[in-house]
């Protein structure tokens, strides 16, 4: 009872102050605007057509790590960015009229990571962890059990029917999500020949990188990861007096001179910066290749502008320049980085990076025709992060309970089932009543140490908007979400319905 009364007390003296104006949601008040919220949400669902056109383009939005709880802060966070309280906010994915959810664990594994999940989402097929575009008949870093169990994915669906595609991603290219849709690999950390052990060479397999530029020819290839494309030591133009950051190929191959001369007799660009990116001329554009950082491109709030471009600018360069093709597009967009966020449980980072992807989204959008392109947003996986307490309306999402616990310490809103955050010390958390929990290098709390937080088994949501997006409902193999894309788009195997849909796009076929 006294620790009741006690914590009862912190509750009350951590209230004054923190909480929002009570006058910014006066509309609330009035159960009216409640009601007739609800009544143009219903009619807005009552209006809603079934869209059965073929899908010219696709752009699946990627979010690394993004699960519910990670969207959910995310939302919070980018109306509080803009001063609102937060918690109505509708981000862009928050208006895609059909959402599902994904099962995401692999054939091996309850919970997953990028490249099983990857190889599931693109590939149409559950596989072991670990692996890229290779079904669970192979295993994990045998190159051997890589033969006759390569898997394609709707990249190369779309390619083989004429389409353009293309990449973005804020990590490196040769990173898990954008190599399970274009390359075969029975470890997804072959990122350079250099990384590969000599046995795996020995016997026949090849490196991610020098598949990015041999498998399918891919027209659009925008993201980080530049040393695992030139000769060991080759200086970065970047940093130049940055050893990890030369070339890493021990093959002395350059991959980007190789991609270029692979392209003769058309207009084909390779870029490192953003001047030269900006200088880019989509219209005349046929190929372009921009690796941004030797590795992963830079959290978004610690991005140099002058330098990168954001994932909304590489977006669009992406899909103004696929756009061109007559006969449509698919285009993977990876905000990749989100997952990584969390394994530092910088919480901070990991919904900034969200917040950068539901831009990007965004931008897509008013770029593309609704009637013509299906927009799909999903995660591969999510995380060990929870939201809890009991915060005011309004509450930081960055901030602190206003409840203390038992140990009549504050604790985050946001933390983690385990990773880097653990710090008992003596038997007691630490004391952050004084910490600044909203600054962008803060890590958040974890129940268990471990140096890399782990990611999180349950559903991911799965949300669709175009042509047959309607079939992106339930709850789902994550699997399902190629064959669903590939039969909107008319591409891959089961085309039988193709000519008998009433499209415009049918008429380019
Ligand atoms: C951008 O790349 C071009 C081509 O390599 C180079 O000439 C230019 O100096 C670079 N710009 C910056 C700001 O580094
Ligand atoms: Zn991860």
Redesign the pocket.
């Known amino acids: 009872m006294i620790r009741f009364l006690v914590c009862f007390l912190c509750f009350l003296l951590t209230a004054s102050g923190k909480s929002i104006q009570r006058n910014e949601l006066l509309d609330e008040e009035n159960p009216e605007f409640w009601r007739s919220q609800a009544q143009a949400t219903l009619n807005s669902a009552l209006r809603r057509k079934l869209n059965t056109n073929v899908a010219k383009n696709i752009v699946l939005f990627l979010g690394d790590g993004m699960g519910i709880t990670t969207i959910t802060a995310a939302r919070i966070l980018k109306g509080q960015l803009e001063q609102r309280p937060g918690e109505e906010t509708i981000m862009t994915m928050d208006t895609f009229p059909y959402v599902g959810l994904a099962k995401v664990y692999t054939v091996d594994f309850q919970i997953p990571d990028s490249g099983a999940t990857g190889t599931a989402y693109l590939c149409g097929v559950k596989t072991n962890l670990n692996i890229v575009g290779l079904s669970a008949a192979a295993r994990n870093g045998v190159c051997r059990s890589q033969t006759g169990n390569e898997v394609t994915s709707i990249l190369k669906w779309a390619k083989d029917a004429g389409k353009s595609v293309g990449i973005v991603t804020t990590t490196r290219v040769q990173h898990a999500t954008p190599a399970a849709s274009y390359a075969h690999s029975s470890s997804r950390k072959w990122y350079s020949d250099a990384d590969m052990p000599a046995a795996a060479k020995r016997d026949g397999c090849t490196d991610i990188a020098s598949q990015l530029i041999s498998n399918t020819d891919i027209d659009v290839i925008i993201g980080g990861g530049r040393k695992y494309m030139t000769p060991k030591d080759t200086v970065d ?2 940093y130049p007096t940055d050893l990890k950051s030369a070339g890493m190929r021990e093959d002395k191959r350059n991959l980007v001179n190789e991609w270029i001369n692979m392209k003769e007799g058309k207009v084909v660009r390779y ?3 953003k ?2 990116f900006d200088a880019v001329d989509a219209k005349t554009t046929d190929y372009l290749m921009a690796l941004f950082e030797p590795g992963d491109l830079r959290f978004e709030v610690e991005r140099d502008p ?2 990168d471009p954001s994932i909304i600018e590489m977006t669009e360069k992406a899909i103004r320049i696929l756009q061109k093709n007559p006969r449509g597009f698919f285009l993977l967009v990876e905000g990749g980085r989100i997952d990584q966020g969390h394994h530092a449980s910088r919480a901070s980072m990991a919904l900034h990076e969200t917040v950068a992807l539901d831009n990007a989204v965004a931008r897509a959008l008013e770029l593309t025709n609704e009637e013509e392109t299906l927009t799909v947003v999903t995660a591969d996986h999510s995380h060990s992060l929870s939201f809890n307490g009991y915060p005011f309306r309004g509450n930081s999402i960055l901030g602190k309970s206003p409840v203390y616990g038992t140990d009549m310490l504050p604790y985050t809103t946001l933390m983690y089932g385990n990773g880097p955050g653990y710090k008992i010390i003596n038997n007691k958390r630490p004391d952050i009543r004084k910490v600044d929990t909203k600054s962008k290098d803060y890590v958040q709390l974890a129940a268990v140490p471990l140096d890399s937080e782990t990611h999180g088994g349950e559903d991911v949501a799965v949300l669709a908007r175009g042509p047959m997006a309607h079939l992106f409902q339930g709850i789902n193999e994550q699997n399902y979400i190629a064959h669903a894309m590939a039969y909107a788009a008319c591409v891959g195997t089961n085309q039988n319905h193709c000519y008998t849909v009433q499209s415009s796009a049918l008429n380019m076929h």
Do not use: D, R, S
């Open positions: 133009p970047e870029v490192w910066n001047t030269e002058l330098m």
